[in-house]
């Protein structure tokens, strides 16, 4: 006799023991059909797993959060079947679960062509039709290790030596096909559907490492049925049309070359608009009662020994040594030097809280493989701040920063915001029992603000927990931007302090915020929101004035002129061209407005005023077209 505890709290006692099928099947023919896996005390199995003790269970069915990971282990594997069918001699190698779909690399000496993805596809069409059992099987380590080899697999042989010695290795087989997984699966290939498809071809190292051979990688995305794989492909379809780094060399923003990896050049209307952000930020920061610093780029090696980075981040800083032998290393982020700022003279908690904040340039090392335009880069800027206060005003302070943040994201056009909380990671500093406080004010805090939050395990910085802002953008995409932070850690660690109530010495409670998060990366996330089409006030070429004919050349430097009286960005194009020929280079740049003047516009003093987007243009009096551009290039924190 057995007891198995189900979700819904219901308790059932069994006398024979079964399989996670046979259990679906015990409660509904509806279940069975649907059930691709079982939960046992939290943790996937496959629905072939016999059960025989007490235990908590679940039954997973295929239109669940873990079937589709499932859909999409499994199709990794169908893939890798069906290039060994093709392709003989092909080895493989990894083939995990990425969001939204999957990959495998591969060695074969033979390029893989794009053309070949059609044919792979095919043949994995036929092995679900063939709905194959998925069956794991046990296999002796040494065994395992000496079939692989013998049939050319040196890949698959190189995992399972890195197993411990005498540790028996999980295989899964499909039919005649087998690999090398831990599972769990599908009960078989039927259950992938045919909501897949291969997107594109990479080449990537074995084990990431350069110094190993080249593999090639086919990716892939599957779903659990074809109008959501119609929704993804529409998706990336908008995605590709929205892509920053194409719309920044179309707008003449910024670009990347090998001699700064990782590290952005930008151009005159990048720059522009980037110190827009800034100076919306600043406003309001200032307006919220921080004070701006500005802390060194490079700092010894001992300082950031003191703060825990070199411990849990060394990896991924730059150091350099000095003639003198001393070891630097440029800052990975701000706080260390914040809490320089702070301890810097004595604080009285009649100071507190004291928010100090920065744009301050981080350097942090990404892997080649993972620089991707603005959104993954070695060298940004960060909104930073940090807010030293007491224990008593964590609450009240946290509620304002999350306020603070949500309201400039609606000033961004972004509405659907979503907060996670990240809790402790296995890699930190301090004492559980401080871990144990930070995660309550901080849960209690963002209770207070009236916000929804999903928990996000483990995901936590070393020093403390947080609270992650995710944006949804206007294809659904979620970005995760802004982060606050509640650190009882590291003021204690470099020696912060401030004077109490009666004299005595106080620890500050120290609030890492950060709202924009990475400004290169925003920026590239507002490109691809708008689609290029930035609001006028973010617009780095707000107006461009356009003549038809020679003649109003003067007529349009007027009106530039007044433009620029007036605080609008204007450019003049006087060029010999055609206007329809400069309305579609300047739509192509996406300038919000064209200023058209011909003849008869300087005759009446008036403008033929082309918006981006639209067919018609709409003819007005000079004043009443600028009054109208200057309301919208009014940020919205200025605006009455």
Partial sequence: MYTLAFPDGRKQDYAEPMSGFELAASISKSLAKKAVALKIGGRLRDLSTRLDQDSEIEIVTRDSAEGLELIRHDCAHVMAEAVQDLFPGTQVTIGPVIENGFYYDFAREEPFRLEDLEQIEQRMREIVKRDEALVREVWDRDEAIAWFKDRGEAYKAELIEGLPAGEDVSIYRQGDWLDLCRGPHLPSTGKVGTAFKLLKLAGAYWRGDSRNPMLQRIYGTAWLNDKDLRLYLHRLEEAEKRDHRRLGREMDLFHFQEEGPGSVFWHHKGWTLFQELIGYMRRKQNAAGYIEVNSPDMMDKSLWEASGHWEKFGENMYTTMTPDEREFALKPMNCPGHVQIFKNGLKSYRELPMKIA???????????????????????????????????????????????????????????????????????????????????????????????????????????????????????????????????NLPGRLGAFYIGTEGDKHVPVMLHRAMFGSLERFTGILIEHHAGRLP?????????????????????????????????????????????????????????????????????????????????QKVLALDEAVAAIVEEATPPDMRA
């Fill in 358 to 488: 920065e744009f301050g340039k981080v350097h942090r090392y990404e892997p080649s493989g993972a620089l991707h335009g603005l959104m993954r880069v070695r060298h940004f800027t960060q909104d930073d701040a940090h807010i030293f206060c007491s224990n008593e005003q964590i609450t009240e302070e946290c509620v304002i920063v999350n306020d603070l943040i949500l309201s400039i994201y609606r000033d961004f056009g972004f509405e659907d915001v979503r907060i996670k909380f990240s809790d402790r990671p296995e890699k930190r500093v301090g004492s559980d029992e401080v871990w144990d406080r930070s995660e309550a004010a901080l849960k209690h805090a963002v209770e207070v603000a009236g916000c929804d939050y999903e928990l996000n395990p483990g995901e936590g910085a070393f020093y403390g927990p947080k609270l992650e802002y995710v944006l949804r953008d206007a294809i659904g995409r979620d970005w995760q931007c802004g982060t606050l932070q509640v650190d009882l």
């Fill in 536 to 616: 006028v006030w973010l617009a780095p070429v707000q107006v461009v004035v356009a003549t038809i004919i020679s003649e109003a050349d003067d007529y349009a430097r007027q009106v530039a002129e007044a433009l620029g009286r007036a605080g609008i960005r204007a450019e003049l194009d006087l060029r010999n061209e055609k206007i329809n020929y400069k309305v579609r280079e300047h739509s192509l740049a996406k300038v919000p407005a064209l200023f058209v003047a011909g003849r008869r516009e300087a005759e009446e003093n008036t403008i033929s005023v082309r918006r981006l987007g639209e067919k018609h």
